[in-house]
């Protein structure tokens, strides 16, 4: 029989950890009752992905917490003389933070593409992998203008959902 460390398979943390994913929930869903629901196309009003996406972490957090109360997840690889790996974190934190600072004032597009650099970045340096050089930002640069823009584009002109743009034009 395998001996799990105390601190990484401990079914009591695993429960605060369900319990927490369920906090988050019940908080999403609190500010998805403040947003308006008048109804737009098709009946479905800007407070639908809010609800969907809070009741969606409530059935996992719920599931953790069953999970936990059941015993745990026992049959986990034990990872505990593993360390978080921070320089990847800073770099994600990074992308996330600079992208809600800048949304506004570069647009939605232009925001996203450099999240994705930064998150790229990141994740390329968790993995072990070289993330230097201008080959890979630019890479990475067109990628993520190739996934915002469409994303963009079918929020602001098909949904009819106003995104911060750089130009008054509508098309970035």
């Not at 599931?63 to 059941?70: D, I, M, Y």
């Not at 990872?79 to 600079?98: D, I, M, N, R, V």
């Not at 809600?100 to 340096?125: D, K, Q």
């Not at 993330?131 to 890479?139: I, K, N, P, Q």
Request: glycine share 12%; charged share 10%.
């Amino acid at each position: 029989m395998r001996q799990h460390g105390p601190a990484t398979h401990s079914p009591r943390l695993q429960l605060w950890v369900g319990i927490g994913v369920v906090l988050a929930a019940l908080g999403l869903a609190a500010g998805a009752y403040t947003i308006p629901s008048a109804s737009g196309y098709a009946g479905i009003g800007p407070n639908f992905l809010p609800w969907v996406v809070s009741l969606a972490l409530l059935a996992c957090g719920a599931a953790l917490v069953v999970k936990a109360s059941r015993g745990g997840f026992q049959n986990m690889d034990d990872h505990s003389g593993e360390h978080p790996y921070w320089q990847g974190f800073a770099w994600l934190s990074a992308a996330l933070l600079l992208n809600a600072a800048l949304i506004t004032v570069i647009g939605f597009i232009v925001s996203c593409a450099l999240c994705f650099v930064l998150a790229a970045r990141g994740m390329r340096l968790a993995e072990g992998k070289s993330a230097t050089g201008l080959a890979s930002v630019a890479r990475d640069a067109l990628v993520g203008l190739l996934i915002a823009a469409p994303v963009y584009w079918a929020f602001t002109k098909f949904l009819g959902i106003n995104l911060p743009g750089l130009t008054q034009s509508g098309w970035l």
